[in-house]
Structures are given as structure tokens and as C-alpha cells.
């Protein structure tokens, strides 16, 4: 199999998840323009990625995407319930969709460091140490911020219920 066999296969497993966790971060305008520039980005780059450890180099550029997204438009704004683009059924089945859509407006609610740890833990399923290497942060940040981050969803589903 050939590089570009290769990174064609591993775009085409993970174009969704990287999409999704752009989206986490910026919210749906921005998330598409971000994920083609990380995706050329790690096109170029392709051959120096460690194939062990693909999944958490991806997730760190697109994250490096994103960030620099939002220092290149600030000052960032808070999103309201009625500014977020609906967001269409993953696998076209309404439970999931319903509960998405719903996860994703208390995820607004939450500030971007614990909105990203939240969705690289429990949506993204990456281990602290892979979620440390990819905010760049010690092992002990990302346990407390992911604490923090749940007893806020806990409490935002407290008042959405």
C-alpha cells in the first residue's frame, strides 16, 4: 500500500471525527474551512507522523487549526442557543441526532478548555496522556479539567432538565 493509499484510508475514517471536534471548538461556520486546511497540513506532513500515534497527531493539528482560527478573529464572542447552526443527523438516525443536538448546546455552555477535554475523553475516546500530548498540558491538567468539565455538564443537565 502507498502513502497516498494510505492517508486516503486513514482521511476517510476520520474526515467525521475530525469535523466534529472542529466543530466543538469553533462552532459549525468556521469548522469545514479549519478541517481542509488541518487535513493539507497533515498531507504534508504525512510521512514524519509517527503511525502508532496517528490519531493524536491529527487531533493535535486540527486543534493548532482551530486555535489559530480563533486568535486570527477575536475578540470571540459567547454563542447563544439561537446562533448555532443545527447540526444534521450523524448516521440519520433521530435518537442520536436529538441527543447531539442537544449535547452540543450544553457543550456551548462550557468554556473551549473544558468543551475540548470533555469531547476528546467521552466523544473522541482518547486517553489523558493522548489528550495531555494533544492540549499540551501535564496528565494532571487534563484530569482536573476533565472533572471540572463533567461536574458542569452534570449541572447544566440539572437545569436543562
Request: charged fraction near 25%.
Amino acid at each position: 500500500m502507498d502513502s497516498l493509499t494510505s492517508f486516503e484510508d486513514f482521511h476517510r475514517q476520520r474526515a467525521k471525527h475530525a469535523l466534529h471536534y472542529a466543530r466543538a471548538i469553533l462552532g459549525s461556520d468556521a469548522a469545514e474551512d479549519v478541517c481542509q486546511e488541518a487535513w493539507f497540513k497533515a498531507w504534508r506532513a504525512w510521512g514524519s507522523a509517527d503511525p502508532a500515534k496517528l490519531d493524536p497527531w491529527l487531533i493535535a493539528i486540527v486543534r493548532n487549526c482551530c486555535f489559530e482560527r480563533l486568535r486570527a478573529t477575536r475578540p470571540v464572542s459567547t454563542l447563544d442557543e439561537q446562533d448555532l447552526a443545527p447540526i444534521p443527523p450523524p448516521d440519520d438516525v433521530v435518537v442520536a441526532a436529538l441527543e447531539l443536538a442537544a449535547a452540543w448546546v450544553l457543550l456551548q455552555r462550557l468554556s473551549p478548555p473544558l468543551r475540548e477535554v470533555l469531547w476528546l475523553r467521552e466523544v473522541m475516546d482518547l486517553s489523558y496522556d493522548e489528550i495531555a500530548q494533544v492540549q499540551q498540558v501535564p496528565k494532571g491538567t487534563v484530569m482536573s479539567r476533565l472533572h471540572t468539565a463533567r461536574k458542569k455538564a452534570v449541572r447544566l443537565l440539572g437545569e436543562h432538565n
